[in-house]
Every structure is written in C-alpha cells, then in structure tokens.
C-alpha cells in the first residue's frame, strides 16, 4: 500500500513578507489571488487537513479545499517571540536567538523548540503512512520543513537549511517505513 500526502505552504501574508514570527494575520490581498488562481489544479484527495493558522485556513477555503483543521500541523509556538519580526528579536535578545537557531533542542522563547516540532510532524506524517491514498494538507511552512527533515531521516539541525516558498507543494510518497520527496512545485 502507497500512502501519498502533498503539503502545500500558505500564500503569502504580511507577517511572511515582513519575516516575522506568526501572530495570527491573514493572507494578503496578494496571496489571497494567487490561492484562489491555483483552485481547481490540485489531484483528488482522499483526506483533506489544514493547519488551524488564520492564513492556511484561508488558502485552504481560497483553494476550494473542505479541509478539517488538524492541531498537530500548528505552527511553531513561538512564546514571546511572537508578532515579533527576527530583526527584532536579533536586536533585543542575540544570544538566544543564536542558540536557537544553532541547537534544535532550545526554546529560549518560552514555546516550542525545533526539535519538538520535528518530532510533532514526523508523528503526524507517520500517522498518514498508515492510510492508502493521497492526502493533501496545507501546513505552515515549517511544518512542511519538519515533515521533510523526518522524511529524509536528517537531524533536526538540518531544518533551517530548507526554504518553504509560499503556496508551493511538497509530495511525498511512502511505503513501509520509506518516504520519497518530490519538491516545492508552484501551484
């Protein structure tokens, strides 16, 4: 049996554009267009799943997707760091964000640290090698990065070396404990 799952980023949205830690905004009007002109060009789902962000619930309804919320594709909680662009964080609190970014296992936010989520996707992934067919969820991009580090069997230190453009879609084909990747086609 052969579970396929295709994970589709969000469009953009000012909080990705300002490169800043999601608090919960919208897509833009931009982004908005680009999802509802990608509607209609996704295969046949078996299973449809959404993160529960505000701006992949909305590319999920803009895509034309009926798709059920699924906690476990959350973004990365990113405790008081969040609604905070990166320069900022740089500029108030250096060394933990350079811990962060270089040791999967800190959290020095107060939310959940790289490896946690590598973990929460990898179960969640593994969950949909259990079911036949396709599955197609639209995930926070680093949940689509998490997904692809357990898929590949890297460490977790190997997140922060793949980007996740916006509404783009990441396949992946599985069978007994094996994933396959196919990457970041633009819808």
Same mark, same amino acid.
């Given at each position: 049996?052969?579970?396929?799952?295709? &994970?589709?980023?969000?469009?953009?949205? /000012?909080? &990705?554009?300002?490169? #800043?830690?999601?608090?919960?905004?919208? =897509?833009?009007?931009?982004?908005?267009?680009?999802?509802?002109?990608?509607?209609?060009?996704?295969?046949?789902?078996?299973?449809? $799943? +959404? +993160?529960?962000? !505000?701006?992949?619930?909305?590319?999920?309804?803009?895509?034309?997707?009926?798709?059920?919320?699924?906690?476990?594709?959350?973004?990365?909680?990113?405790?008081?760091?969040?609604?905070?662009? &990166?320069? /900022? !964080?740089?500029?108030?609190?250096? /060394?933990?964000?350079?811990? $962060? =970014?270089?040791?999967?296992?800190?959290?020095?936010?107060?939310?959940?640290?790289?490896?946690?989520?590598? %973990?929460?996707?990898?179960? $969640?992934?593994?969950?949909? %090698?259990?079911?036949?067919?396709?599955?197609?969820? !639209?995930?926070?991009? /680093?949940?689509? #990065?998490?997904? &692809?580090?357990?898929?590949?069997?890297?460490?977790?230190?190997?997140?922060? #070396?793949?980007? !996740?453009?916006? =509404?783009?879609? @990441?396949?992946? +084909?599985?069978?007994?404990?094996? $994933?396959? @990747?196919?990457?970041?086609?633009?819808?």
């Amino acid at each position: 049996m052969t579970s396929r799952v295709m &994970l589709i980023s969000p469009a953009i949205s /000012e909080a &990705l554009r300002e490169a #800043r830690f999601d608090d919960g905004c919208p =897509l833009d009007a931009s982004g908005l267009r680009s999802a509802k002109a990608a509607a209609g060009t996704l295969p046949t789902a078996h299973r449809l $799943w +959404s +993160s529960p962000t !505000v701006r992949c619930r909305e590319t999920a309804d803009a895509l034309g997707l009926d798709a059920l919320d699924a906690p476990e594709l959350a973004a990365l909680d990113t405790g008081r760091w969040r609604g905070s662009t &990166l320069a /900022e !964080v740089g500029a108030a609190e250096p /060394e933990a964000l350079g811990r $962060w =970014l270089s040791d999967p296992e800190v959290a020095p936010h107060g939310g959940e640290s790289v490896a946690a989520l590598c %973990a929460r996707a990898g179960a $969640w992934l593994d969950a949909r %090698a259990a079911e036949s067919g396709r599955t197609i969820a !639209v995930a926070e991009p /680093e949940i689509v #990065r998490a997904a &692809l580090v357990h898929a590949l069997g890297a460490p977790a230190s190997a997140f922060w #070396r793949t980007d !996740v453009p916006p =509404l783009t879609a @990441v396949e992946l +084909s599985g069978r007994a404990g094996r $994933w396959n @990747v196919r990457m970041g086609r633009p819808l």
